[in-house]
């Protein structure tokens, strides 16, 4: 367990405080564009800090890492286009809650409880670094392939009106993972002899199209786009009431800390897992989901904010990346000589209380940045749609565009906004979709080497089906199926009448 004083200390360093807040200041930036990631920015600035020492490359790329995960809220609950996969779902309750002139209430929910679950993520890497490594450590193949595919069942139950259509959305989005280079076999696969879509289609591209491009197709459609967005209506929001919901949001903070602790899995999962909990668990929302529940902000916020820490465990423990960012961090420790590992914090100690200064550090200006901008960045939504709506679309080029710099990616956004565009249409939420195109290459990897492995041995289900882990996931996406279909549904719906 790390020392208070040797962790604190660093509160009191102006200069390593300074490098967290310009790394800080870079991820509310970076994150709040959409195409700009944090691990763009991250990977950028390694070949910047490679020169520097580690301290202060370390406090920058924490600023960068905290903040532009909680900024990638912003554009999703302004403009509808989320800034990382890991806001999507605050798009379900953010985005509807900002259309009714409340953007700045739900912009103090997402930086409140972004704020909590940052906090509670690295107060958990911080004790809990060595027992859930070691529980992330034994997941298997088959393990990973059943998580991402529970998550996909949950989506389909809560961001459709019919959870069909959200299963048809998921699988569409599973079709559109596949297209790339086989990574097992090294072939093409749903390229149509295209040279571009041999390296796969990126989320990006996928992310602005499905959200960003199809909504102002849906607001020409529906011919009011002359009119103002909405108007900001002058509310006051208490903390009072903000904080009345701090109880539940622990339960979300630890769902987001132990999903981002395995390897791969990650804030998009964390959240949609969380919001599926919010809606069993919270039966009067102040507003139905789907049409401006804080309570569903709060889910989505709170527990991809706590995988910030729960992805730097496996990282620090175990030397194996918890998400793209902690990839790149873990390259930047490489860089300066330095060995994570299962005894990394036995034998360098003072590195780990860096990177825990750092992060609660971030979390204080996530704060600051949070509480200061958004009443700000709120006004945006106020500018008439024959103004907004032409900014928005150029963003999406940008977006698209700085994911690769290439053209291709714009027709791939242009297309992925057509598609979302004719989906919301006949009522297929595209949050399903873009899930599963975020893990369709995780679930299709996983399951072969399950299968691969599996093969060897002399009971073949008992090797791929026979651990705890994998029986207690297959529990819950039976129950998670069964409890969408229509006559089970009307079977628990008698008996709870009785």
């Keep these: 367990m790390p020392d208070f004083m040797s962790v604190f200390a660093y ?26 990631s944090v691990s763009m920015a991250t990977a950028l600035l390694v070949s910047i800090t490679y020169s520097w020492d580690t301290s202060s490359a370390l406090a920058t790329i924490m600023g960068v890492y905290v903040v532009g995960v909680f900024s990638g809220a912003l554009s999703a609950i302004l403009i509808n286009i989320p800034g990382a996969p890991s806001s999507v779902v605050t798009t379900l309750d953010g985005f509807p809650l900002a259309s009714k002139g409340e953007a700045y209430k739900a912009l103090k929910y997402t930086t409140v409880y972004s704020f909590v679950g940052t906090v509670f993520g690295f107060v958990a890497l911080w004790f809990l670094v060595r027992p859930v490594s070691m529980v992330a450590l034994k997941f298997s193949p088959m393990d990973y392939f059943l998580l991402a595919f529970f998550g996909l069942t949950t989506v389909g139950s809560l961001t459709a009106k019919n959870f069909s259509k959200g299963l048809i959305s998921a699988l569409l989005g599973l079709i559109f993972s596949l297209v790339g280079i086989d990574s097992v076999v090294g072939t093409a696969r749903l390229t149509f002899g295209l040279y571009d879509l041999q390296a796969g289609i990126s989320i990006v591209p996928a992310l602005v199209g499905l959200f960003g491009f199809s909504e102002i197709l849906m607001v020409i459609s529906d011919g009011n786009f002359d009119g103002e967005v909405t108007k900001i209506a002058k509310s006051v929001v208490r903390m009072k009431d903000i904080l009345k919901h701090f109880a539940i949001s622990m339960y979300y903070a630890t769902i987001g800390t132990l999903i981002g602790a395995l390897p791969g899995a990650g804030g998009p999962v964390a959240s949609f897992i969380a919001y599926s909990q919010a809606k069993k668990i919270v039966k009067n929302p102040s507003v139905p989901f789907g049409e401006g529940a804080v309570e569903g902000i709060i889910a989505s916020e709170t527990a991809n904010n706590a995988c910030i820490g729960g992805a730097l465990i496996p990282m620090l423990a175990l030397a194996i990346p918890g998400d793209a960012v902690t990839a790149i961090i873990l390259s930047v420790f490489y860089v300066h000589g330095l060995r994570p590992g299962p005894m990394f914090i036995k034998t360098s100690p003072d590195m780990f209380h860096i990177i825990l200064a750092g992060g609660l550090i971030a979390s204080m200006f996530l704060l600051i940045l949070g509480l200061l901008v958004a009443p700000r ?67 299709d990897s996983n399951f072969r080497r399950a299968i691969s492995l599996a093969s060897s041995e002399s009971h073949f289900m008992g090797a791929l089906f026979g651990r705890p882990i994998t029986i207690v996931l297959l529990i819950l996406i039976v129950i998670t199926i069964a409890s969408n279909i229509p006559a089970v549904k009307r079977i628990f719906s008698a008996a709870g009448n009785r």
């Design 11 to 36: 509160f009191l360093d102006i200069r390593f405080v300074f490098f967290v807040l310009a790394g800080s200041l870079a991820g509310l930036f970076v994150g709040a564009i959409p195409g700009l």
């Design 377 to 443: 960045i709120s006004k945006v939504i106020t500018v008439p749609k024959r103004i907004l709506l032409p900014i928005v679309g150029v963003l999406c080029v940008i977006g698209a565009f700085a994911c690769n710099n290439r053209m291709f990616d714009v027709g791939l956004m242009f297309f992925f906004g057509i598609l979302g565009y004719f989906l919301r249409k006949r009522d297929y939420s595209v949050a399903p979709m873009t899930l599963a195109i975020v893990l369709g290459g995780m679930m």
